[in-house]
């Protein structure tokens, strides 16, 4: 990207911004996000499948740590989202990942951040409609083929982005709101078991499961550390506040209020959540697979509770996949502006809607249809290594960005933030630094290994494709015909 697209990008973003108006961004958006939504959006972006179904193999393998390990991971993403919010005060456009990678690095490291984050969202959508055929078995014990309910849901959710962004944060809004009413009405029923004792579990209720079933780390620190990738994946997409940057009627209010939610979020939604469930039922009797809040209710003998945390978690899975459409588009619209896509991306429904690469993206989710049909029985564990490890990219690249950035603004190359972040760049340092430890354990688990194997493989498609687009960009420029500078304006 070249110093006048910057310029050109910040410029109109700062108008669109600071009036707060209602209409089109500086890049061809709707900005048909409002306060309510973008709060919503933040907060159901850290309610999702990683909570409600992995985290039933993340007790299996830590015990009560896990609600340590939820702990210290939150710490990390609270400084990673203020290192977003930093960069976003400085400059908000919806393709923000790959927009400040390609300031602050270079194009290449734009290129591969906007690629591999737009991979996140797909693989992602494939794992989010795989927990939702999961746990539409609760109900109809295989009368229709877990296959089946993944391409009804891959189909309904593609047709709901195809209408407007007002629409797509309006749904967000209703589904993150089921989320959060369940998990706190939840940890009110769990509260009540503890201190009244009804149900089946009010008599052997204690908050002393939490150390008397094998201590509080019974499996041992190792295993603890091994579930680092469950627990990272499970705040992945908490991010997704800075795709919507592009379409918020106010991202200079809204943005830096809805980041500062993060750490109630994390402390009541994971880390009150657990403690709540573990001291109503030990953890020895949770198995991998399977919901906790749902084994919760059943372990309970509250049927009727079951059944409707399993509506909830339903809700949650379509919640994200939901979004893994909404931003895949951008994502693909952002890197086809700055000529490292195809041009078509670039086109914008009436309605302001990236359509192509909406399309595209929901095509290649349907891959996870094939996954359900084939295995079944591993379809989730097979793509949530490979989410996390294309994910926490996008994590690294935000803090390397902000650690180059806040360098050149203590300069005076660049203005200040208005919302700095604080004790940055050690604060960003350490966040790098616990990505790098999860990365490794990864390596030595045998089932997230495989994510490791298919990054080389990712990184030399990447690589190639760059080649061929920085070939096309030179020709198409030699040949007087419109590159990728012409293609923003467009």
Known sequence: MTSVQVEEHHDGNEADGAGGSSGSSGEGYQRGLGARQIQMIAIGGAIGTGLFLGAGKA???AGPSLILAYAIAGLVIFFIMRALGELLMYRAVSGSFSEYAREFIGPFFGYVTGWTYWLFWVVTGITEVTAAAQYMQYWTH???PQWGYALIFTVILYGANLISVKLFGELEFWFSMVKVTAIIGMILICVGILTIGFSDAGDTASVTHL?????FFPNGIGSTLMTLQIVMFAFLAVELVGVTAGESKDPKTVLPK???????????????????????????????GVSPFVAAFDKMGLGIGAAIVNFVVLTAALSSCNSGMYSTGRMLRDLALNGQGPAFFTKLTKNGLPLVGTTFSAALM???????????????????????????????????????????ADRGELPQSTFRAPGAPYTSWFALAFIAMVIVMMGVD???????YAAPVWALILGIGYLAMQRK??????????????AVKS
């Open 59 to 61: 007790i299996h393998k």
């Open 142 to 144: 295989d009368a229709i």
């Open 211 to 215: 150390w008397d079933q094998g201590g």
């Open 258 to 288: 809805a980041i500062n939610t993060v750490p109630w979020r994390i402390a009541v939604f994971y880390v009150g959540a657990l403690i709540m469930i573990l001291s109503v039922v030990p953890w020895t009797e949770f198995v991998p």
């Open 366 to 408: 349907l891959v996870g249809v094939w996954i359900n049909y084939q295995w079944p029985g591993e379809a989730f564990n097979y793509v949530v290594s490979f989410a996390t490890i294309s994910g926490m990219w996008a994590w690294i690249m935000i803090l390397v960005c902000q650690i180059k950035y806040r360098r050149k």
């Open 446 to 452: 045998k089932d997230a290994r495989i994510s490791l």
């Open 473 to 486: 960009n030179k020709d198409s420029a030699g040949g007087g015909q419109s590159g990728p500078k012409d």
